[in-house]
């Protein structure tokens, strides 16, 4: 199953009810500086793109570049949530593309939204990825983290699309890689299922005790939408 926006079978009508009955939110990944609060450790650094974002942790040993937004998610909740909460009561689904350069076997990668704002896997609610060199995980957390493997190896400079379907109500949460379904979490105390504050996306990359290799990672095209 893959994810398609202008399908022959979609007529216009039912995407603009599609539309109505979710919001859609975009987190801007092309202003580093404007939107985004960076931490860099030993020679960790970012860049901005015309519509990337880059991380690199350079090549001294112990190194890493972390990003959160400056703000949270604005625009999720209306009425009487609070505009700046992720609900996770509600269906949402996670779009973002990625990409890896130069393989480091020691160089972990994270993207998520989250509530902790720190570089490493997630202690507290959220859901993401976590990427060991160039093999992705699927990462979530309820009230416990959990990881899936999703089977899938990148290839440095090699673009790939993540979607991250999210049922609170099944529960469930699915991620699929360029279309296709590559891991499935339906262990409860691995799916988050309510509003969370202080909530925000974030991005980071860090290397080991060895450096001597410059690991990359570039992120663009991310949104998310929440059911209303």
Same mark, same amino acid.
Do not use: C
């Given at each position: 199953?893959?994810?398609?926006?202008?399908?022959?079978?979609?007529?216009?009508?039912?995407?603009?009810?599609?539309?109505?009955?979710?919001?859609?939110?975009?987190?801007?990944?092309?202003?580093?500086?404007?939107?985004?609060?960076?931490?860099?450790?030993?020679?960790?650094?970012?860049?901005?793109?015309?519509?990337?974002?880059?991380?690199?942790?350079?090549?001294?040993?112990?190194?890493?570049?972390?990003?959160?937004?400056?703000?949270?998610?604005?625009?999720?909740?209306?009425?009487?949530?609070?505009?700046?909460?992720?609900?996770?009561?509600?269906?949402?689904?996670?779009?973002?593309?990625?990409?890896?350069? +130069?393989?480091? $076997?020691?160089?972990? =990668?994270?993207?998520?939204?989250?509530?902790?704002? @720190?570089? #490493?896997?997630?202690?507290? /609610?959220?859901?993401?990825?976590?990427?060991?060199?160039?093999?992705?995980?699927?990462?979530?957390?309820?009230?416990?983290?959990?990881?899936?493997?999703?089977?899938?190896?990148?290839?440095?400079?090699?673009?790939?699309?993540?979607?991250?379907?999210?049922?609170?109500?099944?529960?469930?949460?699915?991620?699929?890689?360029?279309?296709?379904?590559?891991?499935?979490? +339906?262990?409860? $105390?691995?799916?988050? =299922?309510?509003?969370?504050?202080?909530?925000?996306? @974030?991005? #980071?990359?860090?290397?080991? /005790?060895?450096?001597?290799?410059?690991?990359?990672?570039?992120?663009?095209?991310?949104?998310?939408?929440?059911?209303?």
């Amino acid at each position: 199953m893959g994810f398609k926006l202008w399908a022959s079978d979609v007529s216009f009508t039912a995407l603009l009810t599609m539309l109505r009955n979710n919001v859609l939110v975009q987190i801007p990944t092309n202003n580093l500086g404007g939107n985004w609060t960076a931490t860099a450790v030993g020679s960790g650094a970012g860049a901005g793109w015309l519509n990337a974002i880059q991380l690199a942790t350079g090549t001294t040993a112990s190194s890493s570049y972390y990003i959160q937004s400056a703000t949270g998610f604005q625009g999720l909740q209306f009425g009487s949530g609070n505009s700046v909460q992720i609900d996770y009561s509600k269906e949402m689904l996670i779009l973002y593309a990625i990409r890896r350069t +130069t393989s480091e $076997a020691q160089t972990t =990668t994270w993207i998520s939204q989250r509530i902790d704002q @720190a570089i #490493g896997n997630l202690s507290d /609610v959220g859901i993401g990825l976590v990427i060991a060199n160039f093999a992705i995980s699927g990462e979530s957390y309820g009230t416990s983290r959990a990881t899936v493997d999703l089977s899938t190896t990148m290839v440095t400079t090699q673009g790939y699309r993540i979607a991250i379907h999210h049922e609170p109500d099944v529960p469930r949460i699915r991620w699929y890689v360029d279309g296709v379904l590559a891991g499935t979490q +339906t262990t409860a $105390a691995n799916i988050p =299922t309510a509003s969370a504050s202080a909530h925000r996306p @974030a991005v #980071g990359i860090q290397n080991g /005790v060895t450096g001597g290799t410059s690991a990359i990672f570039v992120v663009s095209d991310w949104w998310v939408t929440q059911r209303q």
